[in-house]
């Protein structure tokens, strides 16, 4: 009785087409966990079914913009804007609304420090009925205001007494 004898280019054809038929159906099926992590929505505080392009909870940092995580609590979320923390209102993902209050001002317009707040307009787009509310503090003369409402109040912070303006 003879050996059988195989070419060796044949012996490697026949244990590449196994290795072959063996793994690849491993590397087909495979998913990238990023895409599953990014792919789902997630809850924060008392707002549900957030999407890109916010990120925080349970859903990383490589799901969402750099600029919008979310810090999330038993009630509202909050998101660190510029230095200035806002308590999530609302997000609307199919008409792409955000709903922001500061926190700071959220239950008293007179807050123990004064900061300025602008909003990044490389971030945001404002729709057409978005109405600002100016407040100025120890301001002896206040800006021209052609319409709207001007509301005074008094601040009573750190044993110092002052006078608050809303504009509208």
């Known amino acids: 009785m003879h050996p059988l004898h195989l070419p060796g280019s044949f012996f490697f054809f026949i244990i590449t087409i196994t290795f072959v038929f063996i793994h690849a159906p491993k590397f087909a099926s495979s998913v990238?966990?990023?895409?599953?992590?990014?792919?789902?929505?997630?809850?924060?505080?008392?707002?549900?079914n957030i999407g890109y392009p916010f990120w925080g909870s349970d859903r990383p940092d490589y799901c969402g913009f750099p600029e919008f995580q979310l810090n999330c609590g038993d009630s509202a979320p909050e998101i660190t804007i510029m230095s200035a923390t806002y308590h999530v209102l609302g997000i609307n993902n199919e008409s792409r609304l955000?709903?922001?209050?500061?926190?700071?001002?959220?239950?008293?317009?007179?807050?123990?420090?004064?900061?300025?707040?602008t909003l990044n307009p490389d971030l945001f787009e404002f729709t057409p009925d978005t109405q600002d509310i100016n407040l100025y503090y120890h301001c002896?003369?206040?800006?021209?205001?052609?319409?709207?409402?001007?509301?005074n109040f008094t601040c009573h912070v750190n044993a110092t007494t002052f006078t608050g303006v809303y504009l509208y």
């Open 32 to 48: 990238d966990e990023r895409y599953v992590n990014c792919n789902r929505t997630f809850a924060c505080g008392n707002i549900e």
């Open 98 to 117: 955000l709903t922001l209050a500061r926190a700071d001002y959220l239950e008293n317009p007179c807050p123990t420090s004064l900061i300025n707040t």
């Open 140 to 151: 002896p003369q206040i800006p021209n205001q052609e319409t709207g409402l001007i509301i």
